[in-house]
Structure formats: C-alpha cells, structure tokens
C-alpha cells in the first residue's frame, strides 16, 4: 500500500490527496479541490505535470512516471504544511 501523507491544521481542517482506502468522510465533511493536471502535449511529446496556480511541474515521457512525480511533491507540501501555495496565482 502507499503511504498516505495527512496534514492537521491548528483548526482541525485535515489535507491529504485524495485516495479511495481512507474515507474522509467518516472524519466530517470532505471538500476537495484539485491540485494538479496530468496532459499529454503533443508538441513535446511528454506527459506535463500543471499545478493548480499554472506553474509547470515538469513533464515524462510516460503518464506513470509524471503521475509518481506528481504525487511525491504533492505529498512533500502537506508535508511540510504548504500545500495551500499551489492555489494561490503567484504560486
């Protein structure tokens, strides 16, 4: 199984990426915005990692190995409690 990474706020609000073996919703009420695109571009050839704030994170040639990139930095901001900055313009 994969490690789920949690982030508990000081007010309680919870963040994680969305996964289907914890329910959230047994927690309390679940919102979710999404953080990130997965797209194959054509010009490149390469499948792009977009962010929600539109930075790119960079781009694979396979949609496993940008998924895995995308999940691992992802999981590193709630981590490290910064995962709200993804959604924000300036990023």
Do not use: H
């Not at 990474?5 to 009420?29: A, F, K, Q």
């Not at 390469?46 to 691992?72: D, F, K, M």
Request: hydrophobic share 35%; with cysteine; aromatic share 8%.
């Amino acid at each position: 199984m994969d490690r789920i990474v949690v982030s508990i706020d000081t007010d309680g609000t919870l963040s994680c990426l969305y996964n289907e073996v914890l329910d959230l919703r047994s927690l309390g009420e679940a919102n979710t915005r999404r953080a990130s695109n997965v797209e194959w571009d054509n010009d490149r050839q390469y499948w792009v990692v977009t962010l929600a704030n539109g930075q790119e994170l960079g781009c694979w040639p396979t949609r496993s190995e940008a998924i895995s990139a995308e999940i691992e930095y992802l999981n590193s901001l709630i981590a490290q409690g910064t995962i709200e900055q993804i959604f924000k313009e300036d990023g």
